[in-house]
């Protein structure tokens, strides 16, 4: 989660699993679902 925050430039990990992390959650559950079907 560090790197992450680092990269996103957000000034602490904090701000970066109460902000950015329902956003990487749906990213990962779209990317699942488009996988899911590529692989189908």
Known sequence: MK?????????????TEKVNVKYFLNFM???ANVMGDFIS
């Not at 925050?5 to 904090?14: C, I, Q, R």
């Open 3 to 15: 790197e992450i925050s680092v990269y996103l430039g957000d000034k602490s990990v904090n701000v």
């Open 29 to 31: 559950k779209e990317s």
